[in-house]
């Protein structure tokens, strides 16, 4: 059996519904995975992420090697027990937090040398570290390190970048020893198709269990995104899963899986959440602004969250002005809730064949509420 | 039918079982009540807190005064609707707060004007103020505004303070004009066995529906606080219930009930738990230390508290190192499960006549362990 089973169970244009098959359990696509970025979704039980109906979450290598380490994860019963969450987890290759957080990079051909942003210990991540480091931490689905600092709209850093992540695909392939422990490769090649184009034969060439479309919404224009997306979503193999890595809003969501992507994560629902920035059907609201004081309905009237069902916009807005830290937690379970709502509902729009009308609707809804 | 009924259903020497019946349902004494100072325990749901085993709920007038306000918290269905709460609810008079958070405060005979700590708005508050905020936020209990200015072991200023409370019983009782919230008087007088008791004479002979000993453990010795409360506690009367106000560890409270207190409410299990003290059987630990990082065992082996049983030292002390809100969440509910499990064991232990035995029991435990 190989390390990753997916099925196509539906299709309606190029969005599909699917079945990813891990050694811990099913994740049905399209699928969000919630970011847990230190082994935890920043204030929630496991639990009560399961409840709002993810299937897999995501944990960040960097951190988890930074702090407390892979070896104390692995003493501590490995990721899964640590953390308390037995459904599927992904875990990214460090090397995006490597570019954004650490200190005193020195890039070369086999890898990249570091000061971590702990406490600046001198670290060095290689293609068979990063595999290393995610099979201790037993992850289920790891991913290849890429080399993700090439500015996406200079070609020349594009290029480089993306040639040194070719570089990088046979040697990340060779490092993984556990055989039920997926493995997927990246497309890099910023906004530019050729680029893209190159990568994508190169990796999908190789036998990864999925392919991921990186280096995207790194800073290019939201225009040069959607373009990207809607022409290499399709172009990913379709018998593959196709994860599109760190993207986005809820209509970024629904545009790429328009273009058949299968697999999302971002920060945006529970980091907005923290942030008293909350979602509702048709735009973001602040919940500090004064003119919620008063208001006894629920964040959004047409939410279902364990959030809405109880509490009033008031209470909400009174906990975040206070700093109580209740708010940032239920924040962050509505924000999530709305995430993973809206992936039930393409999953079911996709099922029943009314996709496009789904995707039509939601954007109408977006442009015409209170803004993203 | 009275504000509340208190019956005591089973004595084991000073020390005493009851049920005191609120018009939001019915507490178990000895009770601990967990503080929700601006209408949420730090970090947990109602639901969390319910399940916990706590049975009423300590909110902060002053704090709620302040923020949202209680007009705000009146617009959004009264402070039970407000926070999801829909047991008992205890509300303090807001005077302690006043003197312990706000700024330039100037006392008079009839109340106390002083500028918030949050913006610096100048408030008043006097007898009739505080009762009138507390039946506007929906308290079931309700506390008499008191002077806890008087430093306790400074005979002049405890009797000064001791005598302004006196003063300013009548006016308490005179401003309840909600018939179904309890109101309860405070004993004041300090480490002066002689104040004590004028205090204590002077406050039962009037109709409050309980009484709480008041102004202990702000700064006299702990040897002090032992003897006043050992001998006061047997002298409130025993047909009402006594609440020893914020008062403290676990072996404080133990003594406590053996003087016969049925109520309490102390900041120590949450604020302990956010500071990552958590305690054990035998003491306490602070989970940040590096022992624990490799450690796959419970805080407490001998706990059945919903952290305990599903999670390690290691993850515990990984989420306090990282920052992460899930360590203080955590800390939090295993803290308020140990404080709540106490006051259960001590039930039991009152019920079945063995109550001396727990108590010498558990001081041994303390004394041989860690550390309190």
């Not at 944990?59 to 380490?69: D, E, F, K, Q, S």
Request: one cysteine or more; charged letters at 25%; aromatic letters at 8%.
């Amino acid at each position: 059996m190989p390390a990753l089973e997916f099925e196509v169970t539906a299709r309606d244009g190029e969005a599909r519904c699917g079945r990813l098959v891990t050694r811990r359990g099913v994740v049905r696509t399209p699928a969000f995975m919630p970011v847990g970025t230190a082994g935890t979704v920043k204030g929630l039980l496991p639990d009560e992420v399961r409840a709002l109906g993810a299937e897999i979450v995501l944990a960040n290598t960097y951190h988890l090697h930074v702090r407390p380490g892979e070896e104390t994860v692995r003493r501590l019963g490995g990721l899964h027990a640590f953390c308390g969450w037995d459904g599927p987890i992904l875990t990214d290759s460090g090397g995006y937090q490597v570019f954004s957080l650490a200190e005193l990079r020195t890039l070369d051909d086999e890898g990249v040398t570091f000061r971590d942003h702990v406490d600046g210990t001198e670290r060095r991540l290689t293609p068979a570290r990063s595999i290393a480091i995610q099979q201790t931490l037993g992850a289920d689905i790891m991913m290849a390190l890429d080399d993700c600092t090439g500015r996406p709209d200079d070609r020349a850093e594009a290029e480089r970048a993306m040639r040194r992540t070719l570089a990088w695909l046979e040697p990340n392939l060779a490092a993984r020893s556990d055989p039920d422990a997926a493995l997927f490769g990246i497309v890099q090649g910023g906004i530019f198709d050729d680029l893209r184009e190159e990568s994508l034969a190169r990796t999908t060439a190789l036998p990864f269990d999925g392919f991921a479309l990186g280096g995207v919404a790194v800073g290019e224009s939201r225009e040069e995104i959607r373009r990207v997306v809607a022409r290499f979503g399709p172009r990913l193999p379709a018998a593959r899963p196709r994860y599109l890595m760190g993207i986005g809003l809820p209509e970024d969501l629904v545009e790429a899986v328009a273009a058949g992507f299968d697999m999302f994560d971002c920060v945006i629902p529970t980091r907005h959440g923290r942030n008293a920035q909350l979602f509702t059907r048709t735009g973001r609201i602040n919940i500090r602004n004064a003119a919620y004081r008063d208001q006894r309905e629920p964040i959004d009237p047409d939410c279902a969250c364990p959030v809405c069902r109880k509490f009033s916009r008031g209470f909400l807005r009174h906990l975040y002005v206070a700093g109580e830290m209740l708010g940032p937690r239920l924040g962050t379970v509505h924000n999530l809730w709305f995430y993973l709502d809206l992936m039930r509902a393409m999953r079911e729009a996709i099922a029943a064949g009314r996709f496009e009308a789904f995707r039509r609707e939601l954007l109408a809804a977006r442009a015409a509420g209170s803004g993203a």
